[in-house]
């Protein structure tokens, strides 16, 4: 099945700064989302992003499908930003999203 | 528009009993998904189901685990002889008929504790 690989695992920063989380993936995607579980576990959709970019308020993500990247960008981080950022894809014939391990981000104050 | 609804949030079991978790979709929505989430570690894909039929179940554990999407209802999601193993995070979402990509949303989850 398809893998991916997410960069990096763990991250701690400072309240202000920026970041940019990695994903990649081992095959062709019909399917991309971005999630953000945060400390009380629940998971919400950050992107749905295939292809291209998209922007929402401080967070933006890139997808480039034809070399098998998607970026996730986080500028002014804030404490509320803290948590575990997942890619999740899905390729081919597959039925279920594939998540990456997720990058653990902490933001201090 | 509610959001994928979960039911219990919380549920602790003893060894052998039996764990079923509930799911409501999102209005519109006819395809559903399970995952699990182990301490630590990503979502894995359990089963994917449309109404009264199961699509894909090859994430599945082949025995104690079964999942339903009838006519009328909730998905369920039933775990029969509980072990300590089975606990972990149970996510549920939904997607709307299958067209090329679609959003797939996920409810709040629902946490087993086998005790």
């Known amino acids: 099945g398809i893998q991916v690989e997410q960069s990096p695992p763990d991250l701690i920063l400072q309240e202000g700064a920026n970041s940019t989380l990695r994903c990649n993936f081992s095959d062709s995607v019909n399917n991309l989302q971005w999630f953000h579980q945060n400390p009380w576990g629940q998971l919400i959709n950050l992107f749905y992003i295939p292809s291209g970019t998209k922007q929402n308020g401080r967070l933006s993500a890139t997808t480039v499908a034809t070399e098998r990247y998607s970026l996730l960008y986080i500028s002014s981080s804030q404490t509320t930003d803290s948590g575990v950022y997942f890619c999740?894809?899905?390729?081919?014939?597959?039925?279920?999203?594939?998540f990456g391990k997720g990058t653990h981000l902490i933001i201090q104050p | 528009n509610a959001g994928v609804m979960q039911n219990p949030r919380h549920l602790v079991r003893r060894r052998g009993q039996e764990a079923r978790l509930r799911c409501s979709p999102m209005?519109?929505?006819?395809?559903v998904y399970w995952y699990r989430q182990l301490p630590e570690e990503g979502l894995k894909f359990m089963v994917y189901?449309?109404?009264?039929?199961?699509?894909?179940e090859s994430g599945m554990p082949k025995e104690r685990f079964s999942a339903e999407f009838p006519k009328e209802g909730p998905s369920i999601l039933r775990i029969q002889q509980v072990v300590r193993g089975d606990s972990a995070a149970y996510f549920c979402?939904?997607?709307?008929?299958?067209?090329?990509?679609?959003?797939?949303?996920f409810g709040e989850g629902s946490w087993l504790t086998v005790v």
């Open positions: 189901l449309q109404k009264e039929n199961i699509i894909d």
């Open positions: 999740a894809v899905k390729g081919g014939g597959a039925d279920g999203l594939t």
């Open positions: 209005k519109g929505h006819s395809h």
């Open positions: 979402a939904s997607s709307p008929p299958r067209t090329a990509g679609n959003t797939i949303y």
